[in-house]
T-cell receptor
């Protein structure tokens, strides 16, 4: 089955700096790669996703890049703000058509 | 519009006790899911229901049973709780029949402790 690895597990950045979270996946048939944000005490919420026919997607301060050859994808957050502090999960939909999640990254934006 | 509602939010059980986690969605979604979240392990799929009347095992189904009561409701049952089932459980729903290329909508979670 699909295996998704996510790094780093924790990340601290100064407010205004950029944050990058990286994920790798194992199933070459995977074709859908969402990112979820989980605030304390809440369920995860989709923030951006990318499909395998696209190399990059951007939504305001958030961007995702996908390298299918290397089987990795990354989340980029620019001009970080305190409200960006949360746990972020990457995921991949493989040949089984179910999402496999990474282990999560705790992002802390320091004022 | 409540989205996905889970009950209870918190529960403490003793080893061997049984309980059912309830989940309901009001978005007319076809697929529903149960995940567990443990520190350092992300979200792992327990069971899912691609459509009303069907259920399938996910990655970690042992010790659990599910019922898709109707299109709105999907319950998770622990018949004989074990300490290893201490976790935060999330229910989610999805518009499509099976498959998962689209947004999952999550409830706020049910924190279960088994002593």
């Amino acid at each position: 089955g699909e295996n998704v690895e996510q790094h780093p597990s924790t990340l601290s950045v100064q407010e205004g700096d950029s944050a990058v979270i990286k994920c790798t996946y194992s199933d070459s048939a995977s074709n859908y790669f969402p990112w979820y944000k989980q605030e304390l005490g809440k369920g995860p919420q989709l923030i951006i996703d990318i499909r395998s026919n696209v190399g990059e997607k951007k939504d305001q301060r958030i961007a995702v890049t996908l390298n299918k050859t290397a089987k990795h994808f990354s989340l980029h957050i620019t001009e970080t703000q305190p409200e960006d502090s949360a746990v972020y999960f990457c995921a991949a939909a493989g040949s089984a058509r179910q999402l496999t999640f990474g282990s999560g990254t705790q992002l802390t934006v320091l004022p | 519009n409540a989205g996905v509602t889970q009950t209870p939010k918190f529960q403490v059980l003793k080893t061997g006790q049984s309980m059912t986690l309830q989940c309901a969605q009001d978005m007319n979604h076809n697929s529903m899911y149960w995940y567990r979240q443990d520190p350092g392990m992300g979200l792992r799929l327990i069971y899912y229901s691609a459509s009303e009347g069907t259920t399938d095992k996910g990655e970690v189904p042992n010790g659990y049973n599910v019922s898709r009561l109707n299109k709105r409701e999907f319950s998770l049952r622990l018949e004989s709780a074990a300490p290893s089932q201490t976790s935060v459980y999330f229910c989610a729903s999805h518009q499509q029949n099976g498959g998962n290329t689209g947004e999952l909508f999550f409830g706020e979670g049910s924190r279960l402790t088994v002593l």
